[in-house]
C-alpha cells in the first residue's frame, strides 16, 4: 500500500497536480531513511513548480518537472556545467589536466543526485529493497573508476583510490563533523549510539586483518629466503575477499531485517516535508541509469588523463588518488554529514562516514578483486607497508575514539590531524608513473632520493 500511495503521489506532482499531491498522500509511507539519504538531503533545495504547473501538454509538463528536480533540485547544481565542459573538453583536446579537473568537478552533484534518485526508488520497491539499492549505489563513483582503472591496467590507482575513501571517512569527514559539531555544541553534551558504532568498526577491523594477512605472508615469505610469487598471495586475497564480501552480506541482513532500528537515521525537523515521492518510479530509474552512464564517462576521463594531471600539477600520482579523488567526489555526501554534526545528530553522522567506509572496505574492495580475477588481472590485497600500516591504525584510531558513545572537538582535533599526517606522507611520495600499472613494485621515490619498498 505504501509503495503505491507513493507513486500516486508522484504521479500527481508530475501530471502537474503538486499541492494536492502532497496533501493527499502526506508522509506515511514509512520507507525508512538511511543516515545516507538524510545526509545527502540535507544539500537538496525545494523546487517552484509554478511555472511548469502551467504547460497544458501533460507529457511535456512531466519531462520539465523531472528536469527542474533533478538539475535544480540540489545546491550543488552550479557544478553541473562542468560536465557538459569535461566533454567537451575531451572532445575537443583541450588539456588532459584540464579534462581531470572538470571531470572531478562533474562527479559532485552526479553522486548526490544518484543517492537521490535511489532514494526515489525506494519509495516504491520498499525499504529492504531500497536499503540494498542505497548499498549498492552509495559508493557507485568509486566502484565505477575501480572498474575503468582495473581495464586499463591501472592497479595503483584502484587500491590507493579505495584506500582514500576508507581514510577520508573515517578521518576527514568523522574528524570534521565531531570538530564543528563539538564546537557548535560546546553547552551540550553530544551523544551517538554505541551500537552502530560497535557493528562498523568490528568489519572494519576485520577488513584491516584481511589487508594485513597478504601483507603478512608476502614478508613471511621473503624472511624465509624463499622467492615470492604472486600465486600464493593472489590465492590468499581472493580468499579474503569471499570472506570479506560474505561479511557484508550478513552486515546487510543485520541492518535492514533483524537489527534495522539500530541504523534508522534520526528524524530531521527540517526534512520531514520533504517525506514524499517527487518523481515517479519509472522517471527515477530512466534518471538513474542515464546519471551512472554519464558517471561511467567521466570515470573513464578521469583514469585516462591522472598521469597527465600529476605530471601537470607536479602532484604524485599517489597523492591524487588517496587524497584528491575521494574527497571531491564524495563532497556532497561529506557536506551532509557536516552538517548534522552542527544539529548534534551525531547518528546521522556516523552513519555516514563509518557506513561509507565499511562500504568501501567490505563490498568495494573485495569486489574488486574477484572482478580483476575474471578480467584476468592480478590485483591483490597486498597494499603495501605505509597504506596498510595507515589502513590499520586508522581503524584502530577510529574504534578507540568511538568507543565511549560521547563526542567532544578534541576527538575531531585528533582524527583531522591524523588524516593530515597521512595526506603530507603520500604528498612526499613520489610513485613513478610506470609503476601504476603494477603490483609490488620495488622502487618508490621520495623528494629526496629513490628507496626500497
Known sequence: MASSTAYEAARSIEGGDFKSGLLRHGHGHGHGRTAHNMSSSSLRKKSDMTLVSRVPWGNLRSLLANLQEIFLGTKLFILFPAVPLAIAAHYFHFSRAWVF????????PLAERVSFLTEQIAYYTGPTVGGLLNATCGNATELIIALFALYEGKI??????LLGSILSNLLLVLGTSLLCGGIANLRKEQLYDRKQADANSGLLI?????HLLPLGFRYAIKSGERAVTKVPILDLSRACSFVMLFAYIAFLFFQLKTHRQLFEAQEDDDATAEEEAVMGFPSALAWLVGMTIVIAILSEYIVGTIEDASESWGISVSFISIILLPIVGNAAEHA???IFAFKNKLDITLGVSLGSATQVAMFVVPLSVLVAWIMG???DL????????SLIMSVLLTAFTLQDGTSHYLKGVVLLLSYFVIGACFFVLKTPPNQTNGINSGLLTTTSGVVAA
Open 101 to 108: 579537473a572538470l571531470s572531478l568537478l562533474g562527479l559532485t
Open 156 to 161: 595503483e590507482v584502484v587500491k590507493l583510490s
Open 206 to 210: 576485520l577488513a584491516a586483518l584481511c
Open 336 to 338: 551532509g554529514a557536516i
Open 377 to 379: 588481472v592480478d590485483m
Open 382 to 389: 597486498d597494499f603495501k607497508l605505509l597504506e596498510t600500516g
